[in-house]
């Protein structure tokens, strides 16, 4: 039976965390975890954490290692505790399921897959502002698909990005993939995503929206940050062409903002 593992590293976000506890627990399919890796947080975070993890089993904590600082730190944490017929995403405390239904459809998706399962398993996301207007959608490609290596590795090179929140990590690929680089804040998803695209043989592509998120987190307030490291993770894969994802990255925004106007 297929199981859901959601990795959520946390700091102090105990206001944020029930719309996401919430919309897992009113899921009609049940086969699923939570893994909280906290980061050192104050009392009162640490006491919600502590409660709910009392009231369903479910819910596990950890502590964050000093060694494995950051989200991407917190998140390489996590793939020690991947069991063998997880498939894994990755959630920030303000995240949260797209529709009571939605892991039965995933679930439904994949048994469909007969057992050829992908690496990744790319869905949508939708942005939404604090007000909760619909702001836009994150995805891969907006088609139902797969691909495969040479042609993952080209839609990275055109500035594509798979959404991570979006995006299920499937069980077979814990003992291939394991590390976020932690030289990255910000951008360590990218990051991750082009160090892995070596090892990814397949990948199944859905137009299917799985998580809402919040504008205005950690990576949106540090804009140039997350910019100067989009262009070192570009030109640490592709050096003198680093140019190219990059132009095309942003070019691709700057056009969604247009079609969203008009």
Not at 5 to 22: A, E, G, Q, R
Not at 56 to 70: P, Y
Not at 202 to 207: A, F, M, P, S
Not at 236 to 242: A, T, V
């Amino acid at each position: 039976m297929n199981s859901f593992l959601f990795i959520v590293p946390t700091l102090n976000s105990y206001k944020d965390l029930p719309k996401l506890i919430n919309s897992l627990k009113e899921q009609t399919y049940k086969n699923w975890r939570i893994l909280f890796i906290d980061g050192n947080s104050n009392k009162f975070h640490k006491k919600f954490l502590r409660i709910i993890s009392k009231e369903d089993e479910r819910f596990g904590v950890i502590e964050q290692s000093l060694n494995s600082k950051g989200i991407f730190g917190a998140m390489n944490q996590g793939w020690n505790y991947i069991n063998k017929n997880d498939w894994t995403l990755f959630w920030g405390s303000d995240d949260w399921a797209f529709s009571n239904f939605m892991l039965e459809d995933l679930n439904n998706k994949i048994i469909k897959l007969n057992n050829d399962l992908p690496d990744l398993i790319v869905c949508k996301g939708t942005y939404f502002s604090k007000n909760g207007k619909k702001e836009r959608d994150s995805y891969f490609f907006k088609d139902n698909k797969v691909v495969f290596k040479n042609e993952f590795k080209k839609l990275l090179f055109c500035g594509r990005t798979p959404p991570h929140q979006a995006t299920l990590f499937s069980p077979k690929l814990k003992k291939s993939i394991r590390n976020y680089d932690l030289k990255y804040f910000i951008a360590g998803d990218l990051k991750f995503f082009l160090n892995a695209s070596s090892k990814i043989e397949k990948v199944k592509i859905l137009d299917f929206c799985i998580v809402k998120m919040k504008i205005g987190g950690f990576s949106s307030i540090n804009g140039l940050k997350r910019l100067k490291e989009v262009l070192r993770a570009y030109y640490e894969e592709y050096r003198i062409l680093f140019f190219v994802p990059f132009f095309l990255r942003y070019v691709r925004r700057l056009l969604s903002k247009f079609e969203k106007c008009i």
